[in-house]
């Protein structure tokens, strides 16, 4: 029954999608060969695009792989996430009115944790809009039964949300950061790095010097390798965040220095059936 009704999910899904009304013109998405066998990779940005945007390509390769690897999946994601308050949070009255300025619902206020309202707070437009193309896929990959590989170590993962999450203090970040500075801020990512992903520059891949000190890009991007060589075998969909895949320490260079053949795929192809 459980597999009956994920094959149905993914149906209703793919439905969907066939009716978006707007595609992405220039996805980072890439078709790797090696010994006889093919995988794709797709940079992903993980807020501001759903599946819906997606190219009737990238739907295919997703179809027809055996095997989805991601840097996490959705569970492991949400165990890591600081974990919400179980009796409802007090904060100071000017704290508590700019994040209902911002938008906030008094329940998410109450209850969820400090670091993650730091999000909500600097992000709430793209959260609230729902699109995580990361999750989207994994659900479409998962209703199809595929299997799954998670790319990053949790323990890395653990201390990364650590290091990055927690150094946000709401209150601090609140006082400082006007709900109206706030959405202008948001609004100034939608217009840089959401704008610049559906652009499609390969340029725009490389992650900055200050991206990959924090989030350790390159050196993840090594430990990878590895995982990745293995999930060729199978015939995999390789889902990862877009800034993992250009400059010197990136995806594409490290596969290639594997002697694989990396190739950007055109949005008018197809896959064949039975590919990979």
Same mark, same amino acid.
């Given at each position: 029954?459980?597999? /009956?009704?994920?094959?149905?999910?993914?149906?209703?899904?793919?439905?969907?999608i066939s /009716?978006? /009304?707007?595609?992405?013109a220039h996805p980072y998405f890439f078709?790797?060969?090696?010994?006889?066998?093919a995988s794709y990779l797709l940079g992903t940005i993980h807020m501001g695009v759903g599946a819906k945007e997606l190219p009737e390509i990238i739907l295919q390769a997703l179809e027809t792989s055996p095997l989805f690897a991601s840097e996490l999946n959705n569970e492991t994601a949400a165990r890591l996430a600081p974990g919400s308050s179980p009796i409802p949070q007090t904060f100071p009255a000017d704290v508590k009115a700019r994040l209902r300025q911002r938008g906030l619902p008094g329940n998410l206020i109450a209850f969820a944790s400090p670091q993650v309202l730091c999000d909500y707070y600097q992000y709430w437009e793209g959260i609230e809009e729902g699109k995580n193309l990361d999750m989207e896929l994994e659900e479409l990959a998962l209703a199809k039964g595929k299997a799954r590989l998670e790319l990053d170590e949790v323990e890395l993962s653990r201390k990364l949300v650590r290091e990055t999450i927690g150094q946000c203090h709401i209150e601090e970040l609140v006082? %400082?950061?006007?709900?109206?500075d706030a959405k202008l801020g948001y609004e100034k990512w939608v217009h840089e790095s959401l704008g610049a992903y559906?652009?499609? /520059?390969?340029? %725009?891949?490389?992650?900055?010097?200050a991206d990959d000190a924090a989030y350790q890009i390159g050196a993840r991007n090594a430990a990878w390798i590895v995982k990745l060589k293995a999930a060729h075998e199978q015939g995999a969909f390789i889902n990862v965040g877009y800034q993992h895949l250009g400059g010197e320490h990136g995806l594409l260079e490290l596969l290639k220095a594997e002697g694989? %053949?990396?190739?950007?795929?055109?949005?008018?192809q197809t896959v064949p059936k039975g590919s990979p």
């Amino acid at each position: 029954m459980e597999i /009956a009704v994920r094959i149905l999910v993914f149906l209703i899904a793919l439905l969907s999608i066939s /009716a978006r /009304a707007e595609t992405m013109a220039h996805p980072y998405f890439f078709k790797l060969e090696k010994d006889g066998k093919a995988s794709y990779l797709l940079g992903t940005i993980h807020m501001g695009v759903g599946a819906k945007e997606l190219p009737e390509i990238i739907l295919q390769a997703l179809e027809t792989s055996p095997l989805f690897a991601s840097e996490l999946n959705n569970e492991t994601a949400a165990r890591l996430a600081p974990g919400s308050s179980p009796i409802p949070q007090t904060f100071p009255a000017d704290v508590k009115a700019r994040l209902r300025q911002r938008g906030l619902p008094g329940n998410l206020i109450a209850f969820a944790s400090p670091q993650v309202l730091c999000d909500y707070y600097q992000y709430w437009e793209g959260i609230e809009e729902g699109k995580n193309l990361d999750m989207e896929l994994e659900e479409l990959a998962l209703a199809k039964g595929k299997a799954r590989l998670e790319l990053d170590e949790v323990e890395l993962s653990r201390k990364l949300v650590r290091e990055t999450i927690g150094q946000c203090h709401i209150e601090e970040l609140v006082r %400082s950061l006007s709900p109206q500075d706030a959405k202008l801020g948001y609004e100034k990512w939608v217009h840089e790095s959401l704008g610049a992903y559906k652009l499609g /520059a390969m340029e %725009s891949s490389t992650p900055s010097a200050a991206d990959d000190a924090a989030y350790q890009i390159g050196a993840r991007n090594a430990a990878w390798i590895v995982k990745l060589k293995a999930a060729h075998e199978q015939g995999a969909f390789i889902n990862v965040g877009y800034q993992h895949l250009g400059g010197e320490h990136g995806l594409l260079e490290l596969l290639k220095a594997e002697g694989f %053949s990396v190739r950007r795929l055109n949005v008018n192809q197809t896959v064949p059936k039975g590919s990979p």
